[in-house]
């Protein structure tokens, strides 16, 4: 029987054409990040089944790969639930993995840490386009720093990443956690509601306020509460200035820190940018990881319909490995999303130097080769890329394909 030459499902191969493309945006990301004083590290694909199931991934722990035991750990006819089969799993994220790496090397890191990951991670999902069962993440984060410095940071190095990968136009929305549960209470919901009244709340951008508002009633609150929390959305303008009017318009309702730190990150990075985007309040913004303390955000762009990155303050999570808290703040770009739309507009990785293709006949006398490898080496040395590659039959489909790949030069060597 043939062997299965299609990739597992929600997997992909990955062409010479999308590779490229991928090296350029991991080598743009490590400059840029670089640049604002972020150091890379790596974390094992395995994780334990312990950490990844702790609470604190949301959806994403219902989406666990998971490792059965090996050899005498495996113990079948014993096992009575899933969790008896299995002690590791594939990582589905890397924040976790990123506070337990912290938690055990925090002696010998600097405080504030500012770290870059970039690696595969795994999720048991449904695939679609721009969504696999295997794919990249690429996080900043920055450990240590309890300031909105860390969010101001982290946010003008992901638009200047983005930017230098041409996107414009795209908004960065924000807002905070404690904004969003002070308006839900200030409304007259209960504390134990909050989770399901943001879940309706993150549904405002597809179905409107009146879609919301059906659905709040239809899941049994009164008139009275959704009435008084979707006033608290009107007249929201986006700057700074809707802050401040939330602020006063709810009074000791909402915390004094939350809204100053707001204004503060948004005049800082709209005083500071450089590309083409929006920073924009939008206190609809949810976010689902339970793990979220304080400011989160997300950056939209239209031609994809979706976030392309996100991320936010999630204080309490080096805790529950020390025992002590330690403040935390992250950004992740959909490194996936990214890469579909740079392919899906045939984006060409600017040339740093001159492609040649050398072709050698197969009747090409042995005598000569020694020169011409000679010749291509000397042009490398020199920065150019070098092909040298036998001459085909079809020499005309063959110098299609090297034009098409970016080879402005082709020599033949009879």
Same mark, same amino acid.
């Given at each position: ?7 597992? @499902?929600?997997?992909? %191969? ?13 080598? #743009? ?11 890379? $590290? ?13 609470? !604190? ?79 990249? !993440? ?8 309890? @300031? ?11 638009? @200047? ?8 136009? =795209? ?5 905070? *956690?404690? $904004? ?18 943001? $879940? ?23 008139? +009275? !509460? ?22 006063? *318009? ?6 004094? +820190? ?38 989160? =955000? ?22 529950? =490995? ?32 001159? #492609? ?43 110098? %299609?394909?090297? +034009? ?11």
């Amino acid at each position: 029987m043939a062997l299965i030459k299609k990739p597992v @499902t929600g997997m992909k %191969d990955v062409l010479p054409r999308e590779m490229e493309i991928r090296n350029f945006v991991m080598g #743009k990301v490590r400059e840029t990040y670089s640049r604002f004083g972020f150091t890379e $590290i790596e974390t094992p694909h395995l994780e334990h089944i312990a950490n990844l199931c702790s609470n !604190q991934g949301g959806e994403n722990e219902k989406l666990i790969f998971r490792i059965l035991k090996r050899g005498e750990k495996l113990k079948l006819e014993e096992a009575k639930e899933v969790s008896d089969l299995s002690d590791e799993g594939l990582r589905y994220d890397l924040t976790l993995p990123l506070t337990r790496f912290y938690s055990n090397h925090m002696n010998d890191l600097p405080s504030p840490f500012k770290a870059l990951q970039m690696g595969s991670v795994f999720r048991a999902d449904r695939p679609q386009k721009g969504r696999f069962r295997e794919f990249m !993440q690429c996080d900043i984060d920055i450990l240590g720093d309890a @300031t909105s410095l860390a969010e101001i940071e982290l946010i003008l190095a992901t638009t @200047t990443l983005l930017s230098s990968l041409s996107f414009k136009d =795209f908004t960065v929305r924000i807002s905070d *956690r404690r $904004i969003l549960k002070a308006m839900a209470l200030c409304s007259g919901f209960a504390e134990e509601d909050c989770d399901r009244v943001f $879940i309706i709340l993150d549904k405002m951008d597809k179905i409107g306020p009146d879609g919301v508002k059906k659905e709040l009633l239809e899941a049994g609150y009164s008139e +009275e !509460q959704t009435d008084n929390y979707l006033s608290l959305f009107q007249g929201d303008s986006g700057d700074t200035d809707s802050v401040r009017a939330l602020k006063e *318009r709810m009074g000791d309702g909402l915390p004094e +820190e939350a809204a100053d730190s707001l204004i503060r990150i948004m005049d800082s990075v709209n005083a500071a940018k450089s590309g083409d985007f929006k920073v924009r309040f939008d206190p609809t913004l949810v976010r689902g990881m339970s793990y979220y303390t304080g400011t989160i =955000f997300e950056i939209e762009i239209a031609e994809f319909g979706s976030s392309i990155a996100g991320g936010g303050r999630y204080d309490g999570m080096v805790g529950r =490995f020390t025992g002590r808290d330690v403040p935390a703040c992250g950004f992740s770009i959909g490194f996936e999303r990214i890469i579909t739309i740079l392919l899906d507009r045939d984006f060409q990785i600017p040339e740093e130097g001159e #492609k040649i293709a050398f072709l050698i006949d197969k009747k090409l006398d042995p005598a000569k080769l020694p020169e011409i490898m000679k010749e291509a080496a000397s042009l490398r040395a020199g920065g150019q890329t070098v092909l040298v590659t036998q001459m085909m039959k079809n020499k005309r489909f063959q110098k %299609d394909g090297l +034009e098409k790949s970016g080879y402005k030069e082709i020599r033949d060597f009879y």
